[in-house]
């Protein structure tokens, strides 16, 4: 069975504070896609990452695809209020395969 | 915008009653995913459509929900006889098979309650 291991699931910071979503996993993943939802709404794709070590920055959020592909971060510097949400990491064993496996979660407030 | 559409965005039934949701993809994906979704947890796989084919069923899928896309374009996903577990998100993805790597795009969802 394949697992993508999300921690922490829940976090709750003060607005300005910075912060780092983990996904860890025993599997190998062609590529690594990070979703953000909002109650109410369907997750919307945050970035796509694909090769091993790589780095890409989304304005505030960094994120991070682990050298061998089995893990992913998130780092968020200056949290706002509007970076509230549920962070979701999903991970694709290959190209061709239909299936992403899923993390559950981590649901994120920012106080301001 | 051509993005996931989905309806109706809320459902309220009650218990034993039937319901379907449509899902009308990305113009040009031929890969389509149902997956259901509760309160603070991430998407629970359903089912699979290439096309018009429904490749793979999760076992979550009871033989009291039922998928179809016809014509390899919308989807409907029915649900019979509804029980109140059945309550959660309803979510919609399409996906191309060419281009990069899976990417799923989703539609805003439908929220069933059941009573």
């Known amino acids: 069975t394949q697992l993508l291991e999300q921690s922490p699931q829940f976090l709750s910071i003060q607005e300005g504070e910075n912060l780092t979503v983990y996904c860890n996993s025993s599997s190998v993943f062609s590529s690594l896609q990070w979703y953000r939802q909002e109650p109410g709404e369907g997750p919307v794709l945050l970035v796509t990452v694909v090769t091993g070590g790589e780095v890409k920055k989304l304005k505030r959020l960094t994120f991070q695809f682990g050298d061998a592909r089995k893990d992913s971060s998130l780092h968020i510097t200056a949290a706002q209020p509007g970076d509230t949400g549920l962070y979701l990491c999903?991970?694709?064993?290959?190209?061709?395969?239909?299936?992403?496996?899923w993390g559950a979660g981590t649901k994120l407030i920012i106080k301001p | 915008d051509t993005g996931v559409s989905q309806n109706p965005r809320h459902k309220i039934t009650k218990r034993g009653q039937n319901v379907t949701f449509r899902c009308d993809p990305i113009?040009?994906?031929?890969?389509l995913y149902w997956y259901r979704q509760t309160l603070g947890q991430g998407p629970e796989f359903l089912t699979y459509f290439q096309n018009e084919a429904q490749l793979e069923k999760s076992r979550l899928l009871s033989d009291r929900f039922s998928a179809e896309r016809p014509k390899g374009s919308f989807s409907t996903l029915e649900i019979q006889r509804t029980e109140q577990g059945d309550s959660a998100m309803y979510l919609c993805?399409?996906?191309?098979?060419?281009?990069?790597?899976?990417?799923?795009?989703f539609g805003a969802g439908t929220r069933l309650s059941v009573l």
């Open positions: 999903a991970g694709a064993l290959s190209d061709s395969n239909y299936q992403l496996i």
């Open positions: 993805a399409s996906s191309s098979i060419r281009g990069a790597k899976n990417i799923q795009y």
């Open positions: 113009s040009e994906h031929n890969r």
